[in-house]
């Protein structure tokens, strides 16, 4: 009897930890691990009734078609996870995110479109990630930055068409990596994951399979093959144009600068102003063919040809300007940082209140000169006639503005 008596004990111990739905079969390994096997018995959803201490949970090959915030909630301490061969079309936010123990996750072979990336930022512990032979369109540049011990990525076989730079940034564990059989437009917004594979130790299974569906001249062609001629990331120079001469104007100073980019494929000219009072940004130009302005921004104009003019320019502009140059390669900018000065004699004006300006040696610049990268970080002196009104002429006219004295200060290189 009392050898019976413990056996019923040692059972009633047991039994929580063993506790099994009827579809599975539940037993504990060699390593303490338990499994729950639950592959191949046409479940439609995550069965209830799972162990809390499953490490191991099998649902392959059934007919699970969602995974609800829930649907582990029974099972936190599960490392290993599989999921392929179903037909799961729509993960909630939060399915994954209290796993904090899963080193393994297999959702291959399913219909997923929209995953919750978020979840696996809690996931830091991940090491294989089987996401392919699925719907994937696109992924979040971050979607996989937490995962510092992925050493296998599967993203094969799914509709993507092209990959952020930076994707598979900070993974410094990974060594496998899948993405072959995805549609990818071979722009140069893929030419990054070139060059990426160029100088990568990660293993990338099947590489010359990695094709591209477009453009049509590039069809057929391994994404590693992109020529780099069609692909040339933007160069810069800011130039102003100026006017030394008498002529007299009746609408005050013009500042006017010209931003020069080069890039396959051409670069889009931004402007960044940042003054005293306001930080302004301008994609793009503002002036119409027939003069119009078409933004807001009708105090800094800019022109379809890279040239930005500020007409009536005053202390209230000084500041830092900024162009950029963007296209798919990459990005690139220059900066100047523009203070107006002025005195019936500027030069020695200029050298009382900046001593760095005799070392420039009294220089100044003329119509379209360019701001020279060797001198960036010093002070680059552009002398104008000092603004004065003259009187006013017969009849009434109106006076002459001369144009004034402007102190460039170089921010950053003037030339990339």
């Avoid at 496998?176 to 722009?187: E, Y």
């Avoid at 162009?323 to 203070?339: E, T």
């Amino acid at each position: 009897m009392r050898p019976l008596l413990c056996c019923l004990g040692l059972a009633t111990l047991l039994g929580p930890c063993l506790a099994c739905p009827s579809a599975c079969s539940c037993s504990t390994k060699k390593n303490g691990r338990l499994l729950a096997e639950c592959a191949y018995k046409d479940l439609q959803e995550v069965p209830e009734g799972l162990s809390s201490n499953v490490t191991i949970l099998t649902l392959s090959a059934n007919r699970i078609g969602w995974l609800g915030q829930g649907s582990f909630a029974e099972v936190p301490e599960v490392q290993s996870l599989w999921l392929g061969y179903n037909q799961i079309g729509v993960v909630e936010a939060g399915a994954f995110a209290l796993l904090v123990h899963l080193k393994n996750l297999d959702l291959s072979h399913n219909k997923i479109a929209d995953f919750p990336w978020q979840d696996l930022h809690n996931l830091s512990g991940l090491q294989i990630l089987k996401m392919n032979n699925n719907r994937l369109a696109g992924l979040p540049r971050d979607a996989f930055h937490s995962l510092k011990d992925l050493r296998s990525l599967w993203l094969n076989d799914n509709e993507l068409t092209t990959l952020a730079e930076g994707t598979f940034n900070n993974l410094p564990s990974l060594s496998q990596l899948q993405i072959f059989n995805n549609p990818f437009n071979c722009s140069c917004k893929v030419f990054w994951l070139k060059k990426w594979t160029e100088n990568t130790s990660v293993s990338i299974t099947k590489g010359g399979s990695t094709l591209c569906v477009a453009p049509s001249r590039l069809k057929g062609r391994a994404v590693t093959d992109i020529p780099d001629r069609l692909c040339v990331a933007p160069s810069v120079q800011l130039t102003y144009l100026s006017n030394l001469d008498n002529t007299v104007m009746y609408d005050g100073l013009t500042l006017t600068l010209h931003c020069s980019v080069a890039g396959s494929p051409p670069p889009e000219i931004r402007w960044k102003i940042q003054t005293s009072s306001r930080r302004v940004e301008i994609s793009g130009p503002n002036v119409a063919r027939d003069g119009n302005v078409k933004q807001s921004q009708e105090r800094f104009l800019v022109f379809k040809n890279g040239t930005m003019a500020i007409p009536n320019f005053s202390k209230k502009d000084e500041g830092i300007y900024t162009c950029l140059a963007v296209n798919d390669v990459g990005m690139r900018d220059v900066s100047v940082n523009v203070a107006l000065a002025g005195s019936e004699n500027p030069a020695e004006d200029l050298l009382r209140d900046d001593p760095q300006a005799s070392h420039l040696g009294g220089r100044s610049c003329y119509k379209g000169d360019e701001m020279d990268p060797s001198g960036a970080g010093e002070k680059l002196v552009i002398v104008y006639h000092m603004p004065r009104e003259s009187k006013s002429r017969a009849g009434g006219g109106l006076p002459q503005v001369h144009l004034g004295t402007l102190l460039l200060a170089l921010g950053i290189a003037l030339c990339c």
